[in-house]
Nanobody, 118 residues
């Protein structure tokens, strides 16, 4: 699975951004679609995890501000980010998990930079 993330940019605190992640194959073949973020020198942090039925689990720090959604017709995962805070500054990565009887495979997109100024 190839993933192409886009939509990052620079925004002031309190602003909004919407990220997109386009997959090279149908999302119906992908068990979980996820957004992660990483700050240099720190571990990659799970932001959202969306199952094949559209149910999403959110990290504590973003719950109530971020909304993830899958558009299966467009093979696209979105992340709507509202009320952004400087602490949300990071490189955001989308990820796909595919389950098969033999293995669990994980795929990563290239990342998109989000910068929130105070």
């Amino acid at each position: 699975v190839q993933l192409q993330a886009s939509g990052g940019g620079m925004v002031q605190a309190g602003g909004s951004l919407k990220l997109s992640c386009v997959a090279s194959e149908s999302l119906l073949s992908i068990s979980f679609m996820e957004w992660y973020r990483q700050v240099p020198g720190k571990e990659r942090q799970l932001v959202t995890r969306t199952s094949i039925d559209g149910t999403t689990a959110y990290g504590h720090s973003v719950e109530g501000r971020f909304t993830a959604a899958r558009d299966n017709a467009k093979n696209t995962l979105y992340l709507q980010m509202n009320s952004l805070e400087p602490e949300d500054t990071a490189i955001y990565y989308c990820s796909a998990e595919k389950y098969s009887p033999e293995r669990i495979s994980r795929y990563w997109g290239q990342g998109t930079q989000v910068t929130v100024s105070s």
